[in-house]
């Protein structure tokens, strides 16, 4: 089993940026593929960037390209998304997620196994 603990959501304007953490525990973090995920009030849940076991591949949506960065730390057992220039159509609930079968990631949500509990991220006009 793997526990995911996000951090680092809030409240910022238009235009800032936000770091966001994902803590795993539990299993070899090297082992897993993750991804960051959201989903806004009324919208289905959709992938933002996933990175790969080593770190060597990452893929984002066609919305966050070119302002958010996927990074981890195997070392640290963290995974991170850099947010920068937010709008206020990046507010949502922001989860990260592991899985141990895709070597690359997925943008399929169904294909992760773990699930953090989530950070509410709130961009303001």
């Known amino acids: 089993q793997v526990q995911l603990v996000e951090s680092g959501g809030g409240l910022v304007q238009a235009g800032g940026s936000l770091r966001l953490s994902c803590a795993a525990s539990?299993?070899?973090?090297?082992?897993?593929?993750m991804g960051w995920f959201r989903q806004a009030p009324g919208k289905e849940r959709e992938s933002v960037a996933g990175?790969?076991?080593?770190?060597?591949?990452?893929y984002y949506a066609d919305s966050v390209k070119g302002r958010f960065t996927i990074s981890r730390d195997n070392a640290k057992n963290t995974v991170y998304l850099q947010m920068n220039m937010l709008k206020p159509e990046d507010t949502a609930v922001y989860y990260c997620a592991a899985t141990s079968t895709y070597f690359y990631g997925s943008r399929y949500g169904d294909h992760y196994e773990f699930w953090g509990q989530g950070t509410q991220v709130t961009v303001s006009s």
């Open positions: 990175i790969s076991r080593g770190g060597g591949n990452t």
């Open positions: 539990g299993r070899s973090f090297s082992s897993l593929a």
